[in-house]
């Protein structure tokens, strides 16, 4: 069973709409992640969030807005998506930014239509 | 740069038989880890098993081993007594720091019965 839960699992938009991805974990973690995985891809990091702060952001378009509430929860809004968005975005946490084993939930699978 | 070539994006194994999946890597850094992970048709993303790239030992999780070969940049995944469960595409990765890990294209491995 996974300690690091996202919902919703499956999720479809349309261009226009807003919707958010959510994620949790209770394992005491300080790090959090979003990333995002094509199918037949190795996933690729968007955001890394160390001690609830954005740390890393990959270049990611703005129509992808991040949020950590607190160091349990992490949020990713979605805005004006396009169909190339379409993919499995998956969160994951780790203990912390450094060398640490990084633990991923089960995904979202988005759709944009 | 840092990089992770797995270059067998299939393969195939007999149900109790062995098999092993490669993965060579590179890296500047000294202080590193890697890792295996399995994402099964549920798309959740598990650790399979990791190594410290200090530690000369190969690292061992019941029937899964790993022969790290450090001069060679060389990491591979055996799989003992393989069970249909194991089927799921598998991902080889590299870190010197969470925010920064590097994965390959991964191996679909298929246990048939």
């Known amino acids: 069973d996974t300690e690091v839960t996202q919902t919703p699992k499956h999720l479809v938009m349309g261009m226009t709409n807003k919707k958010s991805l959510k994620c949790e974990q209770h394992?005491?973690?300080?790090?959090m992640y979003w990333y995002k995985q094509k199918a037949k891809k190795p996933p690729e990091l968007m955001f890394v969030?160390?001690?609830?702060?954005?740390?890393i952001n990959e270049s990611v378009p703005s129509r992808f807005s991040p949020e950590c509430p607190n160091s349990s929860l992490l949020n990713l809004h979605l805005h004006a998506l396009q169909p190339e968005d379409s993919a499995l975005y998956l969160c994951?946490?780790?203990?912390?930014?450094?060398?640490?084993?990084?633990?991923f939930g089960e995904g979202s699978w988005l759709t944009v239509v | 740069a840092q990089t992770v070539t797995q270059s067998q994006p299939e393969m195939s194994v007999q149900e109790a038989e062995t098999v092993t999946l490669s993965c060579t890597y590179d890296t500047s850094e000294n202080n590193y880890y890697l890792f295996w992970y399995k994402q099964p048709p549920s798309r959740q993303m598990i650790l399979v098993i990791r190594q410290e790239a200090y530690k000369q030992q190969n690292a061992t999780e019941n029937r899964f081993s790993v022969n790290f070969q450090k001069a060679a940049k060389s990491f591979s995944l055996k799989i003992s007594d393989s069970q249909l469960g194991d089927t799921a595409m598998y991902f080889c990765?590299?870190?010197?720091?969470?925010?920064?890990?590097?994965f390959g294209a991964g191996t679909r491995l298929t246990v048939k019965p």
């Open positions: 394992m005491g973690h300080r790090a």
């Open positions: 969030y160390s001690y609830e702060k954005l740390s």
């Open positions: 994951a946490s780790s203990q912390e930014t450094g060398i640490y084993t990084i633990y």
């Open positions: 990765a590299l870190a010197y720091n969470n925010n920064d890990m590097r």
